[in-house]
């Protein structure tokens, strides 16, 4: 079992930045891929990035491309979501997730974290 946890979540103004961190218990040797999904009210849960415990390969979704970075600290289990140049339509339920290839969909994913809420103000 791995449980995940989110922080760093809060409310914004449009153009602001912010960081999350998903602290993970353990890595697994089925579970070596970390990824960040979000959910806005209404809407379905969706990819937003994605990384290896091991490599420097990172995904990003179209939306978020040049404006979010995702990396990891290997000594700590964590990995993070740098989001700049935040807009509103970026205000989600934001959730870190472990599986076992960086893809971008949900089901192929194990263990979730129970979110963290972002809010941007116009």
């Known amino acids: 079992q791995v449980q995940l946890v989110e922080s760093g979540g809060g409310l914004v103004q449009a153009g602001g930045s912010l960081r999350l961190s998903c602290a993970a218990s353990?890595?697994?040797?089925?579970?070596?891929?970390m990824a960040w999904f979000r959910q806005a009210p209404g809407k379905e849960r969706e990819f937003v990035a994605a990384?290896?415990?091991?490599?420097?390969?990172?995904y990003y979704a179209d939306s978020v491309k040049g404006r979010f970075t995702i990396s990891r600290d290997n000594a700590k289990n964590t990995v993070y979501l740098q989001m700049n140049s935040l807009k509103p339509e970026d205000t989600a339920v934001y959730y870190c997730?472990?599986?076992?290839?960086?893809?971008?969909?949900?089901?192929?994913?194990?263990?979730w974290g129970q979110g963290t809420q972002v809010t941007v103000s116009s």
């Open positions: 997730a472990a599986g076992r290839r960086p893809v971008r969909w949900i089901n192929e994913y194990d263990y």
């Open positions: 353990t890595r697994t040797f089925t579970n070596n891929a």
């Open positions: 990384i290896r415990w091991s490599g420097d390969m990172t």
